[in-house]
């Protein structure tokens, strides 16, 4: 049987956890707003193959949707090579909703490529760069931008090296393993 003297107790110790409960939250939301929303991630693979050889290979219809990961999706098959100003589309899984990755620039050393995931979500600006030595290829995947998701923004911004370095890592080796089969 409890006794009528333990619940005064148990209320204070409640009342003192929720107010430092409070007070972490409101700690962690004052602090987001001084924190950055900007982002910068980049991520790079050495390939055993030229960069013209990988610059042929890295926008082509039947090669692209195989190399790059979209997390719930796919690049939608197409036929050719991209070029400046060609778009795809990005299906996803399990909705209707359709994202876009379009080239800005695309050039035997830099490819620029604006995706914008779904059609509510912000433009991201990609760009890969073809780093020739010889016989191999340093392809450097990087992307920078500024997130918009209110409260949460700071603190997304300084996760996602981890949450889009590991989408760009499993990318790029698919596209070394796919390159230097070729080869």
Do not use: C
Request: no cysteine.
């Amino acid at each position: 049987m409890v006794s009528n003297l333990s619940h005064p107790a148990a209320l204070y110790t409640l009342r003192k956890i929720t107010r430092i409960s409070a007070l972490v939250i409101l700690l962690l939301v004052v602090v987001g707003f001084f924190m950055p929303t900007d982002y910068r991630v980049e991520r790079s693979v050495v390939i055993q193959a030229s960069r013209d050889a990988i610059y042929r290979d890295i926008l082509q219809g039947d090669r692209l949707p195989s190399w790059m990961f979209i997390q719930g999706g796919k690049v939608a098959d197409f036929e050719g090579a991209l070029k400046e100003g060609d778009s795809v589309a990005l299906v996803y899984d399990e909705t209707a909703e359709q994202g876009l990755l379009t080239i800005v620039e695309s050039s035997s050393s830099v490819i620029r490529f604006d995706v914008r995931p779904k059609p509510a979500v912000d433009l991201v600006r990609n760009q890969i760069e073809l780093r020739d030595s010889g016989s191999e290829t340093m392809v450097v995947w990087t992307i920078e931008g500024s997130l918009n998701t209110g409260l949460l923004s700071p603190y997304l911004a300084m996760f996602a090296n981890d949450i889009a370095g590991s989408n760009f890592e499993r990318s790029l080796q698919s596209l070394k393993e796919q390159v230097e089969l070729q080869n």
